[in-house]
């Protein structure tokens, strides 16, 4: 005779059938989630496996396999695909040009792939959230229809049958769930026949313990130890790089420390004779690698002209001096700090320096003036999500895209939850912020073409007409963030933009007078030289700038450069006053004036810079 089933309370029988219901729903969610990505200069899908692998299937050529950072045993398999010819037109005259840009893309794989993982990581989870919500809406209509369809009595005749063998039930679903699981886990690729050795090539990266098949691993043993001495070479310079900076930014901070209770026109450093007080509001000169340094930054053009751009904000001071009282200091919590960077490149060697300055500065606000990218491509994504992580919580990046960026790019800087700039005034820690992405679109093999029905021209007479509508309404803006500078000649002019902020030149110029404001045009923070790879050691001078901005007054106080060296020096000039805008609008155009790319009066165009819309390097 059988012993009668114990029937579970009524609060434990829903509970297990919610549970039931809802594992399998988050157990297929999860397992069959996916997520297209890049893969260096490729497309690839990525899906979600339960191997612990990350097996990257390269066709006939082989796999690569790593352990899978993912929890619980979860994998992925990577299938890639073409290179995307969305945004990129590579024709017989330009195909060197093309490989050289994919060359770029997988070296930038292979010396950070940590970026590509957070990146589809995150795509993973999102996609997985979506597939279990999904299951569980599926679940949920249909259990609520045939609830109604059994009707009262029927429900009743059925309850009585299955609550007392509640437990049994259960155990027999968490049964053939493990067996499934277990059967799904069971990849026979992976699980049988002799384990393949990890390749020694990688011992060292971020690859490291990576096992290759096929005929891929003849071409890794015998080549990659190149492509690693690269990917060495790159890691030693930006951390030695960084620790210079950290090192010229720590001197800097133990003079201000010093100078900082002595006004600059009395101030006497053993270590810094300054010839002029007004260079410098600390009355000293910069200390990076090189202890000879000047104290004033050099010019954009070289050394040659060094002291030229900042003699323009020094005559913007004392002409300030003379002609209205000069504002007293703000103090020194009251001012809103920020970090210019520009023409980034997908150098991503640079983002832990990026971090650095942002980190040491105390910025909250990062300005990208544009170009982070080279051709504005989905697998660009990596470079992007890089210069993201360059920012920390808490720091808001605003982003005025640039002519090597596009509306793909703009969607991946949204995505990292950065500002992108489009047209509207924006507000940031009390700053108001207009800009909006580059009226061009430069494109391998295709030049620069406007991507939307709207010209250069009145690209820019939108933003004089924002700027100014701004200021009638009394509120004005306080800063406009574009990338190529002579897009904001107009805007100047009118006197309703007080300051510019720009990039694209790849050489720096200003801060100086034009029209009603004051422009600054920054170089580039990739160090970007023209025919040169952007990743690698740098070929040029990068440069970042901080701005401090007295939300009080309205006004910037004060800019200081910053400037990583070819030969991994660092330097982080000292703090210099910014030019006082005029506010008054230009009346009418000097004659000849052909709006060239700088548009100051008096050739503030240093020697060796471009006067029109093409880069010193290339923009």
Excluded at 25 to 48: D, F, K, M
Excluded at 319 to 341: G, H, I, K, N
Aim: proline share 7%; glycine share 12%; hydrophobic share 35%.
């Amino acid at each position: 005779m059988s012993r009668p089933h114990r029937t579970p309370p009524r609060w434990v029988r829903w509970t297990l059938a919610v549970l039931l219901a809802l594992v399998p729903c988050v157990v297929w969610g999860v397992t069959t989630a996916t997520a297209e990505r890049s893969l260096g200069p490729h497309e690839a899908l990525y899906e979600v496996t339960t191997n612990g692998l990350v097996t990257v299937d390269l066709g006939p050529l082989g796999t690569i396999q790593i352990d899978s950072p993912l929890p619980l045993g979860l994998g992925a398999d990577v299938t890639v695909e073409e290179i995307p010819a969305d945004l990129t037109a590579v024709g017989q005259a330009d195909t060197l040009e093309g490989l050289s840009q994919d060359l770029e893309d997988y070296l930038r794989f292979f010396g950070g792939p940590q970026e590509t993982i957070g990146s589809v990581a995150r795509a993973l989870v999102v996609d997985a959230l979506r597939r279990t919500g999904f299951a569980i809406l599926v679940v949920a209509a249909v259990g609520a229809g045939l609830y109604l369809l059994l009707g009262p009595p029927r429900r009743r005749e059925l309850t009585e049958r299955v609550a007392p063998r509640t437990y049994e039930i259960t155990a027999g679903v968490v049964l053939v769930s493990l067996v499934a699981a277990s059967l799904v886990a069971s990849d026979p690729g992976t699980t049988t026949g002799p384990s393949n050795r990890a390749s020694a090539v990688f011992d060292g990266t971020p690859l490291e313990g990576a096992r290759i098949t096929g005929r891929l691993a003849g071409v890794v043993d015998t080549y990659g130890a190149m492509l690693i001495d690269l990917y060495r070479e790159n890691e030693a310079f930006y951390a030695r790089a960084d620790a210079n900076l950290v090192a010229a930014w720590d001197r800097r901070d133990r003079i201000q420390r010093l100078t900082a209770p002595r006004p600059a026109a009395t101030a006497t450093s053993d270590d810094e004779p300054s010839p002029d007080d007004a260079t410098s509001p600390d009355g000293t000169r910069a200390t990076g690698d090189d202890d000879g340094a000047s104290a004033t930054p050099p010019s954009g053009a070289g050394d040659e002209g060094a002291g030229g751009e900042v003699s323009g904000a020094e005559g913007s001071a004392d002409d300030e001096a003379t002609d209205e009282p000069a504002p007293q200091p703000a103090a020194e919590e009251d001012l809103v700090t920020l970090l210019v960077v520009s023409d980034l490149h997908c150098n991503t060697g640079m983002t832990p320096l990026v971090r650095t300055a942002v980190e040491r500065s105390g910025a909250t606000i990062v300005l990208n003036a544009g170009d982070t990218t080279m051709n504005g491509t989905a697998v660009e994504s990596f470079c992007v999500d890089s210069f993201a992580s360059a920012v920390p919580k808490g720091a808001t990046m605003v982003v005025a895209d640039g002519n090597h960026d596009s509306v793909e790019t703009s969607a991946q800087e949204r995505a990292n939850g950065q500002t992108v700039l489009d047209g509207k005034v924006v507000e940031v820690e009390g700053i108001r912020i207009l800009g909006d992405r580059d009226p061009l679109e430069t494109r391998l093999g295709l030049g620069s073409q406007p991507p939307r029905e709207e010209t250069p021209e009145e690209y820019a007479a939108r933003l004089t007409e924002v700027a100014c509508t701004e200021q009638e309404e009394g509120d004005g803006i306080d800063l406009l963030l574009i990338h190529t500078p002579r897009m904001g000649n107009e805007a100047l002019d009118s006197g309703c933009v007080p300051n510019q902020i720009s990039g694209h030149m790849h050489t720096r110029s200003g801060p100086e007078r034009t029209g009603g404001g004051v422009r600054y045009v920054s170089g580039s923070t990739a160090g970007a030289v023209k025919d040169q790879l952007r990743i690698g050691p740098l070929k040029g001078t990068a440069e970042m700038t901080v701005l401090r901005f007295d939300p009080e007054r309205r006004r910037i106080v004060d800019w200081q450069l910053v400037q990583i060296g070819t030969d991994e020096s660092a330097t982080v000039w000292p703090r210099i006053a910014w030019p006082t805008p005029s506010g008054v609008p230009v009346v009418e155009e000097p004659e000849g004036d052909d709006g060239g790319e700088e548009g100051v009066e008096g050739g503030g165009v240093p020697a060796g810079e471009p006067t029109d819309d093409a880069p010193a390097t290339e923009g």
